[in-house]
């Protein structure tokens, strides 16, 4: 009796595809705290390498000095944010003290000033002189589990900023390491790519490419021109906290919700404080970096790709909300990709059925 061999080991081919899998689980758990700089320092990587390229033809084609100015370039980039956020905060806290040294904290306890809100003043001004009597202590009975919360919160968003701060600098010191092997990860990324798709992956990068720089150009290169312009203004009509604003103006611009939310309360600060015409200087201002995105961006991001500007607002939210502040550089970026190549795959039988029809023809 004899017996006809499979011509595919099955069991083999299981457990060979199990052992794979598992050993790609352990890597990517073992990688874990490194990944989310890893693609940072890759989008970071991909969206200046021409720039790179350019400074490395002025150093006189080498690369170990186009590299060191990169990341000097980087790490003044990165720094920058930072060293304004304590500048700022140290100039609001100068104002602060001052403030409280003044006349007019006593007033502001006495709330007199609550007899001037209409309709409800006088009833607010009773309520103010109870919680005076007993010393705030009805008021703190009532705002205390606000204020556990708004502790919790404030812990939170500390510990994303130093975690934003670590990924930060894993991002410096891994981008070093990209631009200084940057053909030979090109190289390996599109054997890669060929060996899963053949030509189609090859294209996949090279798409891949070029939709990561139309992002970063089109979406961090206009928040970097928005929030410089909407800091030159907001410092030049003497807005306290200049720098702080600037780097608030720099964040809601990559949210897609520009430099007006900032501006035009600056703006009505500056009528209430009675400057009409810097007041008027600063709303034609903020029209003027408001409107920016709607020329500058679509510019910027259709040379390089056509992507749907919900899309990149949709990965700007959920990005913040997956990895903190690093998801507003991550999330379009990779919602981007994705939606890119979809398109491409979508319409590729398509373009096989007109090749195949103008052949036939």
Same mark, same amino acid.
């Given at each position: 009796?004899?017996?006809?061999?499979?011509?595919?080991?099955?069991?083999?081919?299981?457990?060979?595809?199990?052992?794979?899998?598992?050993?790609?689980?352990?890597?990517?758990?073992?990688?874990?705290?490194?990944?989310?700089?890893?693609?940072?320092?890759?989008?970071?990587?991909?969206?200046?390498?021409?720039?790179?390229?350019?400074?490395?033809? /002025?150093?006189?084609?080498?690369?170990?000095?186009?590299?060191?100015?990169?990341?000097?370039?980087?790490?003044?980039?990165?720094?920058?944010?930072?060293?304004?956020?304590? !500048?700022?905060?140290?100039? +609001?806290?100068?104002?602060?003290?001052?403030?409280?040294? #003044? !006349?007019?904290?006593?007033?502001?306890?006495?709330?007199?000033?609550?007899?001037?809100?209409?309709?409800?003043?006088?009833?607010?001004?009773?309520?103010?002189?109870?919680?005076?009597?007993?010393?705030?202590?009805?008021?703190?009975?009532? +705002?205390?589990?606000?204020?556990?919360?708004?502790?919790?919160?404030?812990?939170?968003? +500390?510990?994303?900023?130093?975690?934003?701060?670590?990924?930060?600098?894993?991002?410096?010191?891994?981008?070093?390491?990209?631009?200084?092997?940057?053909?030979?990860?090109?190289?390996?990324? #599109?054997?890669?790519?060929?060996?899963?798709?053949?030509?189609?992956?090859?294209?996949?990068?090279?798409?891949?490419?070029?939709?990561?720089?139309?992002?970063?150009?089109?979406?961090?290169?206009?928040?970097?021109?928005?929030?410089?312009?909407?800091?030159?203004?907001?410092?030049?009509?003497?807005?306290?906290?200049?720098?702080?604003?600037?780097?608030?103006?720099?964040?809601?611009?990559?949210?897609?919700?520009?430099?007006?939310?900032?501006?035009?309360?600056?703006?009505?600060?500056?009528?209430?404080?009675?400057?009409?015409?810097?007041?008027?200087?600063?709303?034609? /201002? =903020?029209?003027?970096?408001?409107?920016? !995105?709607?020329?500058?961006?679509?510019?910027?991001?259709?040379?390089?790709?056509?992507?749907?500007?919900?899309?990149?607002?949709?990965?700007?939210?959920?990005?913040?909300?997956?990895?903190?502040?690093?998801?507003?550089?991550?999330?379009?970026?990779?919602?981007?990709?994705?939606?890119?190549?979809?398109?491409?795959?979508?319409?590729?039988?398509?373009? =096989?059925?007109?090749?195949?029809?103008?052949?036939?023809?």
């Amino acid at each position: 009796m004899s017996f006809t061999l499979p011509k595919y080991d099955l069991p083999r081919i299981i457990f060979g595809s199990l052992a794979v899998f598992s050993m790609l689980l352990v890597s990517l758990w073992l990688l874990r705290p490194f990944l989310i700089s890893l693609i940072w320092a890759g989008l970071v990587v991909i969206a200046t390498w021409p720039v790179m390229l350019r400074i490395q033809q /002025w150093m006189g084609r080498k690369r170990t000095p186009a590299v060191l100015v990169m990341t000097l370039l980087l790490i003044a980039l990165f720094m920058m944010p930072l060293l304004f956020m304590a !500048d700022s905060m140290m100039e +609001l806290s100068a104002r602060l003290s001052q403030w409280l040294e #003044s !006349d007019k904290v006593p007033l502001l306890l006495s709330g007199e000033f609550l007899h001037q809100v209409p309709f409800i003043g006088a009833k607010l001004y009773s309520r103010w002189q109870v919680m005076l009597a007993d010393h705030g202590h009805s008021l703190i009975a009532h +705002l205390q589990p606000w204020l556990r919360h708004a502790a919790l919160v404030l812990l939170a968003q +500390l510990g994303h900023l130093g975690q934003l701060v670590i990924n930060g600098i894993m991002m410096l010191a891994l981008s070093a390491l990209l631009y200084s092997n940057g053909e030979k990860v090109a190289l390996a990324l #599109s054997r890669f790519a060929h060996r899963l798709a053949g030509t189609r992956g090859d294209i996949a990068v090279k798409l891949a490419g070029q939709t990561i720089r139309a992002v970063a150009s089109g979406i961090v290169v206009t928040a970097v021109c928005q929030s410089v312009l909407g800091g030159v203004g907001l410092a030049l009509c003497g807005i306290p906290g200049a720098l702080l604003l600037t780097l608030l103006i720099f964040i809601l611009c990559l949210a897609q919700l520009g430099p007006i939310v900032i501006m035009l309360p600056a703006t009505a600060w500056l009528y209430w404080q009675g400057e009409t015409g810097w007041g008027t200087l600063l709303l034609l /201002w =903020s029209l003027v970096a408001g409107s920016m !995105d709607n020329i500058l961006r679509p510019f910027l991001i259709r040379r390089g790709a056509e992507i749907p500007m919900i899309l990149i607002l949709g990965g700007v939210i959920g990005g913040l909300l997956a990895f903190g502040m690093v998801g507003l550089f991550i999330g379009p970026a990779v919602l981007a990709v994705s939606w890119r190549l979809l398109v491409i795959w979508v319409n590729e039988p398509e373009a =096989s059925v007109q090749v195949v029809e103008s052949d036939a023809a």
